[in-house]
């Protein structure tokens, strides 16, 4: 084992398929995760158990994609940002908003929101209509925001579902040749006049308001156009962006796997050949220790400690190093059992050297190859007991990992809703993660160990 | 190993003891109030509600005291006396869970839920390991055949897949897509029904299906590995050369030699999947340990935490031991004194 260099190591290592196949997963997830620390802001993210901050969203919608495979193309969700044209004329001052939209799907969008945020003083006019592609105008609503002397800023949200929308379409009903009254708002308004079905093509929603004071301003304004698909990764059922967790889930996944088997591969590196090194008592009550622990059950015993003590990540992180570093202590004792009886290392014995120095110069680095197939092998037994852990809902809620989603799915019954997006995104993730160290691993190993090879 | 298990049940009244002197505080408190609106007659006695609020506190602190929760749960006698008690297997009593029959005593609802989760394990166990020394003696028979590339491909990928993200989507498939399976495991007929076992069976088929699944790659992979060490010793080159049928030489000479390292894994196996019988139960709902775990932790219901894990770690153990055992058998060189 001490036979190869690390040059051979290298040699080897890039001609193994499976190895190299390896690390280019692991390139392309390290690729993901700089994109999603670089795109998405830390901020969002911590919003992600905060149902305020999604409100915009629409409530499990499939992937947008979805739409290339399938004949009957899904309504998307679109948020729409508007064009601003201000104007004035006989005192009043208009300021006139455009949010076009493309509607190019086979089902009608199940409903529409106007949010705004506006600062006026007086009296303050709104009206919202639609500007179909037959080129016929809606008008939705006209109405007044409460009278205000002094300057106040004012925030509304109006629903398809209004009382008001309903009066005037009813009173447009003989544009339509079907019966308007028992159809949903939106089923009316992008139909086609003759018969019920979705009218393709440009719409525009054009809101006006009309203020007699040139101060007032419309300070945020978007109209959200309800679909049933969404982002790249659609989203679960309390509407959050699953793209958004799911990228922010591949640094985190890496980062607790990494260094759960960093850690561990140390501490039962230096353990197993400290342990082997001394012998005779010393030898025999470490791995007594070492017995007592194997014997733990792990699971369990992660479980009290998530529940009672902490589930901060950093601390899983700790609680899973103390069970993995058993099977690496046992395997480097009998390694440095060996290696103490080399000739070099009872030289160094001989001339005085001190038995730290010993170890760490000259029995570690002859297990090193080791410790890294080792390194690679355990990360994916850490990163699928913390989704085990986090998917039994033991996880850090202010760090929503891959198990967490994979959780918040179990809970809301995805397997029996069909949301397919929910589920098997994040378990694919993991195991994909999981399946490129094992690849490096086994890669490492077979070198290593040359019996394997055959 | 009773050393063993002393200091798992140590460690795990230590890390839930001071929750449990709360909770059990605080019924006290809880049992005290109550009694005292139930019986109006006994604040009647009092003018200045200072008084009575000292005389409550009195007799809760006296409450606390009969029950020796004075004393902070670290205290030797307390642990040793919990100790003792747990292990003539006297869990007490749950707080919130109830057995099937309603028993709130924390061994009767074990009782219940530990034949079920054996029956699944096993039954998983036993097939993965018969389809894994078969397909694993295939393999290391040709090594670099079809078999042997495509078994050692499946043990890499089916390793690193968790089992119970697996089983999500076996529901997902069979119970909801196409409506072979039940999507609860839980089987919905009282135990005394003739047809219970059957149902039973019907019921616990995804779960084994997704165990199997996932399971039995590795272990081809495992016994195909020993194997292949096995199989270039001399005894077998010597049969060889005897011209004895190959197909004996795999299956009867070189499994035997394997068989030591593989019966122990299989033990260890065994005893691992039942720490992963937690998530995996929870998944399908099945009435067992794992399931009765996963509920005690999300209402902390302690006392019935304490009694699985101390049971986890007894089937743990004594599994490790028949381990050891059957490795004597397998391996008469092992035993010693005769």
């Not at chain 1, 309390?238 to 591969?265: E, K, N, Y």
């Not at chain 1, 989704?387 to 990992?401: Q, R, V």
């Amino acid at each position: 084992m001490s036979s190869i260099s690390t040059e051979d190591i290298k040699r080897e290592f890039t001609r193994s398929v499976l190895g190299m196949t390896g690390i280019a997963i692991i390139t392309s997830l390290i690729i993901i995760s700089i994109i999603a620390t670089v795109t998405i802001p830390a901020s969002t993210f911590q919003e992600w158990n905060n149902p305020e901050k999604w409100l915009t969203y629409p409530k499990t919608s499939i992937p947008i994609w979805v739409n290339y495979f399938t004949s009957e193309k899904i309504p998307e969700h679109k948020i729409i940002e508007p064009r601003i044209i201000n104007s004035e004329s006989d005192n009043t001052y208009l300021t006139s908003q455009q949010f076009p939209v493309n509607f190019e799907f086979d089902d009608f969008p199940s409903d529409f929101v106007y949010e705004f945020e506006t600062k006026y003083s007086d009296s303050y006019l709104l009206t919202v209509s639609l500007l179909r592609p037959d080129e016929k105008e809606i008008n939705l609503i006209s109405t007044s925001l409460p009278f205000s002397e002094n300057e106040t800023v004012y925030k509304q949200r109006i629903f398809s579902t209004d009382e008001m929308i309903k009066k005037n379409i009813r009173m447009e009903s003989e544009m339509f040749a079907f019966d308007v009254s028992d159809k949903n708002l939106t089923n009316v308004i992008f139909s086609e006049t003759s018969e019920n079905k979705v009218l393709k093509g440009d719409y525009t929603f054009i809101i006006n308001t009309y203020g007699i004071k040139s101060e007032n301003k419309i300070i945020d304004s978007k109209i959200i156009l309800g679909g049933k698909a969404f982002g790249f990764m659609g989203t679960d059922e309390l509407r959050r962006d699953l793209a958004v967790g799911l990228l922010w889930g591949t640094p985190l996944a890496l980062f607790i796997g990494v260094s759960v088997a960093i850690g561990s591969v140390i501490v039962g590196l230096v353990y197993g050949v400290y342990s082997g090194y001394k012998g005779k008592k010393t030898d025999e009550a470490l791995m007594r220790f070492n017995d007592v622990i194997y014997a733990l059950p792990a699971l369990p015993f992660l479980i009290i400690l998530a529940v009672t003590i902490s589930n901060s990540i950093f601390l899983m992180i700790g609680f899973l190093m103390i069970f993995s570093w058993v099977g690496i202590a046992k395997v480097s004792r009998s390694m440095s059992l060996q290696i103490k009886t080399r000739q070099y290392v009872e030289a160094a014995k001989i001339m005085g050297e001190k038995d730290t120095k010993i170890i760490f110069k000259h029995i570690i680095p002859q297990l090193l190859p080791y410790a890294f197939a080792s390194i690679a092998i355990s990360v994916p037994a850490a990163i699928t007991t913390e989704a085990g852990l986090s998917f039994l809902g033991l996880g850090d809620p202010s760090f929503p990992t891959w198990g967490q989603i994979l959780h918040d799915a179990n809970t809301y019954g995805a397997a029996a809703q069909g949301f397919w997006w929910w589920i098997v995104p994040p378990g694919l993730l993991i195991a994909v993660t999981g399946l490129a160290f094992v690849f490096i691993g086994n890669a490492l190993d077979t070198i290593v160990n040359p019996k394997l090879k055959r | 190993m009773f050393g063993v298990l002393l200091i798992t049940l140590l460690l795990t009244i230590a890390l839930v003891g001071s929750n449990m002197d709360t909770i059990l505080k605080q019924g006290i408190i809880f049992q005290v109030r109550s009694e005292i609106t139930d019986n109006p007659s006994i604040s009647q006695n009092f003018t200045n509600p200072d008084e009575f609020e000292a005389y409550v506190q009195q007799k809760i602190d006296e409450r606390i005291k009969n029950l020796g929760l004075d004393s902070p749960w670290y205290s030797p006698q307390r642990i040793g006396y919990t100790m003792i008690k747990i292990m003539m297997l006297d869990f007490g009593n749950a707080t919130f869970l109830t057995s099937d029959n309603g028993s709130s005593d924390v061994g009767d609802i074990l009782l219940e839920k530990i034949p079920k989760t054996v029956l699944l394990f096993t039954t998983a166990t036993i097939i993965i390991s018969i389809i894994g020394i078969v397909l694993g003696a295939a393999s290391s028979n040709k090594i670099g055949s079809k078999t042997d590339r495509v078994t050692s491909t499946f043990a890499v990928i089916s390793s690193s897949f968790p089992v119970w993200w697996i089983g999500m989507l076996m529901i997902f498939a069979f119970a909801f897509v196409y409506q072979i399976f039940p999507a609860r495991a839980t089987p919905d007929m009282e135990p005394s029904d003739p047809g219970y076992i059957l149902s039973l069976l019907y019921h616990m088929a995804l779960p084994v299906i997704t165990i199997v699944l996932i399971g039995f790659g590795s272990w081809a992979y495992l016994v195909r590995n020993f194997m292949v060490g096995v199989m270039q010793e001399d005894f077998i080159t010597a049969k060889k050369t005897m011209g004895i049928n190959k197909k004996k030489i795999v299956y009867k000479h070189a499994l035997k030699n394997a068989a030591p390292p593989i019966v122990t894994i299989l033990a260890l196996s065994l005893s691992g999947s039942l720490g992963g019988a937690i998530i995996t139960e929870a998944v399908f709902d099945w009435p067992g340990m794992g399931r009765l775990y996963f509920e005690a932790i999300t209402v902390m219901d302690l006392p019935v935490i304490i009694g699985s894990t101390y049971i986890l770690t007894v089937l743990f153990l004594v599994s490790i031991f028949i381990a050891d055992l059957l490795y004597g058998y397998f391996d008469p060189r092992v035993r010693t004194g005769t």
